[in-house]
């Protein structure tokens, strides 16, 4: 079945401690990215990748890193997590052949930082 | 900056029809899209309008694009009870690689 998924699914941690979030899709896509969603701002884009090796800042990276070391891993790095990165965080992946071609979304990954 | 605009509630009973709209500020956009999301799950691409385009139709969905006013709309014709969601307009560049998003209207739909 062709899907991204992300993991965790929930996380709760305290501001300081690294964590990252992993995406993984099974469709050989070229393109990944990550969003966060938050209330009343809709989703707004963190970080993509066009392929491995190649990523770019989308309108919110601040605080955030990723890495795409291979095209089906694409994971979100918080180095120093802080309250305001609490949020949904979306991963997606599509392959850029055609333009117009879905872009899949995985599940979510839902960050609390206290 | 890019700017995409939505009203953030809609309710309309079973059976009418839903128009949800949608302002962006990015002329040189060159895809127009809707998404609809529903509880717990991502979200998955409704349809899609070339900027080149004024209207396209799909089953219940009716894509509408004024370019010189910067305005889209997606009507859903015969609005069942599945079809409460938040519905995002998104713009995009012509590479699809940037993505902009509205904050998302939620559709209540009322039996």
């Known amino acids: 079945e062709a899907q991204v998924t992300q993991n965790p699914r929930y996380l709760i941690t305290v501001t300081g401690k690294k964590l990252t979030v992993t995406c993984s899709q099974n469709m050989n896509h070229e393109y990944m990215s990550w969003y966060r969603q938050d209330p009343g701002l809709g989703l707004r884009q963190i970080y993509y990748s066009m392929n491995v090796e190649v990523t770019d800042k989308g309108d919110v990276p601040e605080g955030y890193k990723v890495s795409r070391k291979e095209k089906r891993n694409f994971p979100l790095i918080l180095e120093s997590p802080s309250p305001n990165q609490t949020s949904l965080y979306f991963c997606?992946?599509?392959?850029?052949?055609?333009?117009?071609?879905?872009?899949?979304f995985g599940p979510g990954t839902r960050l609390t930082v206290l | 900056g890019e700017d995409v605009e939505q009203s953030l509630f809609l309710s309309v009973r079973e059976g009418d029809s839903s128009v949800i709209n949608c302002t962006y500020t990015d002329s040189s956009s060159t895809y127009l899209y809707w998404y609809k999301q529903e509880p717990g799950a991502g979200l998955q691409l409704l349809t899609y309008i070339f900027s080149n385009m004024d209207m396209k139709q799909d089953q219940r969905l009716t894509v509408l694009l004024n370019k010189k006013d910067k305005h889209l709309s997606l009507r859903i014709a015969d609005t069942q009870t599945g079809d409460s969601a938040i519905y995002f307009c998104a713009e995009g560049d012509t590479g699809g690689f940037k993505t902009i998003f509205g904050a998302g209207t939620r559709l209540f739909v009322k039996a």
């Open positions: 997606a992946s599509k392959s850029p052949a055609g333009v117009t071609d879905t872009q899949y």
